[in-house]
């Protein structure tokens, strides 16, 4: 059989037709892979800063020894207190301190025991294990979304591939947001009400001293 011309062409064609499919198959396929390695450790390291702060409030109450005592207004005084609302206002004397304050308003049976100390040690060092943890979360959606937007060609192939697609979840107790919503949830950083106003306003009031 003699082999045409032609048959060189369509081979060539054929040829480049095979690589030019692996290569964009393999392009998709690496994106897919990475997109879904980085969302699923951003879910977990969402869910596991919402752990970091569940066993913060779980040990206050083991630290102190009340744990028959808890409450939800402890709670959100132990939350507040590892968001910095108490920050600078947590004299070791006591009777001084709005932490130190709201606690006793909380618990009056506390007053005749000597743990404000302990107290203010395991609030300081639970909110800078809980800033860390944040800190992390922050550094890990930077480079989530450098890796989306970086690139002409590079950033329309992650949005063909479908990312941020349903493997990101921002879970919160029951409720779960997906994909785009999941990735603005996740930047919505604790703060208090009063560091909230302060961003939106751009005036930050002194914090009033206990029984003012």
Avoid: C
């Amino acid at each position: 059989m003699t082999i045409k011309p032609w048959m060189y062409i369509v081979g060539a064609i054929a040829v480049a037709f095979i690589f030019v499919s692996v290569s964009i198959y393999s392009t998709f396929n690496t994106i897919q892979q990475e997109g879904v390695d980085q969302e699923t450790a951003l879910t977990a390291q969402y869910l596991d800063n919402q752990n970091e702060l569940s066993a913060y409030v779980s040990g206050f109450y083991e630290q102190i020894g009340i744990a028959n005592l808890k409450s939800d207004k402890m709670d959100q005084i132990l939350l507040d207190a590892v968001k910095g609302r108490y920050d600078g206002k947590t004299s070791a004397q006591p009777g001084q301190g709005q932490l130190f304050s709201a606690i006793k308003e909380a618990y009056p049976d506390l007053n005749g025991l000597n743990i404000y100390d302990k107290i203010v040690d395991y609030v300081r060092a639970g909110r800078e294990s809980y800033k860390q943890k944040q800190s992390k979360l922050l550094d890990m959606l930077r480079a989530y979304d450098r890796w989306r937007q970086s690139g002409i060609i590079h950033s329309k192939l992650v949005v063909l591939t479908g990312f941020p697609s349903h493997a990101l979840r921002a879970q919160i107790g029951v409720n779960a947001t997906f994909g785009e919503q999941a990735l603005s949830q996740m930047y919505v950083i604790v703060l208090t009400s009063d560091a909230i106003k302060a961003y939106q306003t751009g005036v930050q009031d002194p914090l009033p001293m206990p029984g003012k």
